[in-house]
């Protein structure tokens, strides 16, 4: 599938003005490593530190203008990206090693988020409270904090920096967007789209980079927030460093084992396809893909048989033709971590159920792709490959045999974002919804698929529980108390006396 298209020339956007660098890295796409996507502007401190200052300074005109004309910027976004939805799929698909369908799907998902921010601009905003002085009317009002950095990971790459920009922009903020070099393409884009529906200069700046650029961004004292999807070790580094500043929010989206419950009344068919979505879809790339599949002693050996016999049949190859169910992993750092893990798990005692690895036949061999491993394991706490992050297609089957159980092992790793119960008694599913540690609970559902307008985090080491989506009005706004005297003497609130 080599790509026809010219590779896409990498510039950072400052200020409204777009910037060449010297120093510069490539982007390839993960489903053959020929196809070059583009080559892109190494970001470095001065270009963080420029990007923050354009943003900085255009903060207080944007902050300033009616909420409702800020959200109609947005309106002009939906109907760009509506013209849009193949080109950026397809450039996503090369980008990222996504399926077609499934790039469709995240075009869609950030269109959602931009609607919903067009909405919600003629919503109401704020509170009117009472107050205990019958002449005080008392408020509770939102302002926006100011420059909000944006740092967003490579599988997501279209809706997560809309889930982030949206709300961010909304409430009056402006942003620099630092893209993962794995997909600065998209990144790149998405800039273009916001320029086109007429966004004034410096509300959105853009710098691509490493962690070096990302680093100076978090380290800049005029960024108020920083909102982050990614790796835990990476998250945390950003709370730490951000600890040196005391209003600053850091809303992190970090790792995850997220895992489905199959409980011993589960429809077995509905559970089996539950399963292969949730471990499977995007290559078990998402931050919310099951590493682990929990399942009820008396259902196992069933599960197993079936589950098997689906995985196998899954279709991986080129991420253009939509008849494979997923293409490959992101690079050559994934393969190498995915099939180590793979080797882990024996070594840790699992029976092996379909050996995963990599695929180097004509379809494969020019890109990243590996086939799914799965295996059988009993709990044990000691047991990392049970516990531990893998971010491909790597999935345990546990056993359980009683809820508690089930409860136990699924709390049982350092993180908590997202949950599926399979089951038809809806006294188990309540006991799961209050017992486990998560932030997104499906039920009879895979424990992928969040919907824009809910809350999107997790619990533990998966998040400091400031929700992304919808929920991120949180993060980029701080609440103001707001309380306005209509008498003419003063009366104060307590009974506190105010006679002078
Ligand atoms: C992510 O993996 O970082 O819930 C986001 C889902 C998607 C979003 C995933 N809507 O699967």
Known sequence: MLSKNPPVKGKQLIAGQWHEATATFESR?????????????????????????????????????????????????????????EPLAVLMAREAGK?????????????????????????????????????????????PWGVVAVITPWNFPFAVPLW?????????????????????????????????????AGTINLVHGDGTVGEALVRNPDISVVLFTGSYDVGRRIQQISADFPDRIVAAEMGSKSAVIVCDDARLDLAVSAGIISAFKTSGQRCVSAGRLIVAEKLVDAYVEKFVAAARKIRIGDPLNAANFTGPVI???????????????????????????????????????LSPHVYRIKHDPKTRCIREEVFGPHLAIIPFATLDDAIRIYNDTDFGLSMGVITENYR??????????????????????????????????????????AGLVEAVTHKIAWTVNHGLEIKMAQGLTAEV
């Open 99 to 143: 399926n077609i369908t499934e790039c469709r799907a995240e075009v869609v998902e950030g269109l959602h988020m931009v609607q919903y921010v067009f909405g919600t601009g003629r919503m109401p905003v704020g509170e009117i409270v009472a107050s205990e002085i019958a002449e005080k009317d008392a408020f509770i009002r939102r302002k």
């Open 164 to 200: 982030m920009l949206g709300p961010s922009l909304l409430e009056g903020n402006t942003a620099v967007f630092k893209p993962s070099e794995d997909t600065p393409a998209v990144g790149q884009r998405i800039v273009e789209l916001f320029l086109e529906a007429g966004f004034p």
């Open 428 to 469: 188990t599913m309540r006991l799961l919804r209050d017992e486990c540690n998560y932030g997104m609970g499906y039920v009879n559902l895979p424990c992928i698929g969040a919907e824009v307008h809910l809350p999107f985090g997790g619990v533990k080491k998966s998040g400091n529980g400031h929700p992304s989506a």
């Open 331 to 369: 690079n050559e750092t994934a393969v190498e971590k995915v099939t180590s893990y793979n080797a882990l798990s024996r070594k840790e005692g699992a029976e092996i159920l379909l050996e995963g690895g990599r695929l180097t036949g004509a379809d494969h061999k020019l890109g990243c792709y």
């Open 29 to 85: 796409s993960p489903a053959n490593r020929d196809d070059l996507v583009g080559v892109f502007p190494s970001g470095d401190a001065k270009q963080a530190s420029d990007a923050v200052a354009a943003a900085k300074s255009a903060f207080g005109p944007w902050r300033r203008m009616s909420r409702i004309h800020r959200a109609e910027f947005f309106d002009r976004l939906a109907q760009i990206i509506h013209r849009e939805i």
